[in-house]
Antibody, heavy 121, light 108 residues
Framework: QVQLVESGGGVVQPGGSLRLSCAAS????????MHWVRQAPGKGLEWVAF????????YYADSVKGRFTISRDNSKNTLYLQMNSLRAEDTAVYYC??????????????WGQGTLVTVSS | DIQMTQSPSTLSASVGDRVTITCRAS??????LAWYQQKPGKAPKLLIY???SLESGVPSRFSGSGSGTEFTLTISSLQPDDFATYYC??????????FGPGTKVDIK
């Protein structure tokens, strides 16, 4: 069965950096685009970043563009999110999510359990 | 950018009630809309995609409808397991996704 396991969250000071990882199993990781989605405490879901199955295309939300970098290592079945210049408003649970093609469109069908990032001094 | 709104933001209902949640897009998204259910401390769960297609394993009391800019999620007979927050999400602008602000369904 599909499993996505995030790690790397924690407490970091404003301006600091953190790298999140997402270990994938139960599917052919190298065949699927992947996303990061976050959720601030008590708030809704916010899409953060996307990477194509082969790593050739990447997209970012305006709120993280220039500070966050999504990447993947298909040989290790792992997705990453490098977060630099962190701000208090980046505090959130970060989910990695797998996409799939469904009836001509692409949806997220599996989510990890999330990892909490807290930006605080 | 496509903006998504949902109404109501909170809905109080009883077991057995028929519940309807509305989602609106700021521009036409055809039928590229999904609905997710999220319980506290858990990841979202896909319920509906392409506005009205039921994800495998999701109970048939859940249904979706709409196209263009207005969509609804209906729970025909609310069950205890259905008390949760529901999010709509557009994927017309793939790979950029936009979520609605959520509708919390709680016990009346």
């Amino acid at each position: 069965q599909v499993q996505l396991v995030e790690s790397g969250g924690g407490v970091v000071q404003p301006g600091g950096s953190l790298r999140l990882s997402c270990a994938a199993s139960g599917f052919t990781f190298s065949s699927y685009g992947m996303h990061w989605v976050r959720q601030a405490p008590g708030k809704g879901l916010e899409w953060v970043a996307f990477i194509r199955y082969d790593g050739s295309n990447k997209y970012y939300a305006d709120s993280v563009k220039g500070r966050f970098t999504i990447s993947r290592d298909n040989s290790k079945n792992t997705l990453y999110l490098q977060m630099n210049s962190l701000r208090a408003e980046d505090t959130a649970v970060y989910y990695c999510a797998k996409e799939t093609l469904a009836f001509g469109g692409v949806i997220v069908d599996y989510w990890g359990q999330g990892t909490l990032v807290t930006v605080s001094s | 950018d496509i903006q998504m709104t949902q109404s109501p933001s909170t809905l109080s209902a009883s077991v057995g009630d028929r519940v309807t949640i509305t989602c609106r897009a700021s521009q036409s998204i055809s039928s590229w809309l999904a609905w997710y259910q999220q319980k506290p401390g858990k990841a979202p769960k896909l319920l509906i995609y392409k506005a009205s297609s039921l994800e495998s394993g999701v109970p048939s009391r859940f249904s979706g409808s709409g196209s263009g800019t207005e969509f609804t999620l209906t729970i025909s007979s609310l069950q205890p397991d259905d008390f949760a927050t529901y999010y709509c999400q557009q994927y017309n602008s793939y790979p950029i996704f936009t979520f609605g602000p959520g509708t919390k369904v709680d016990i009346k």
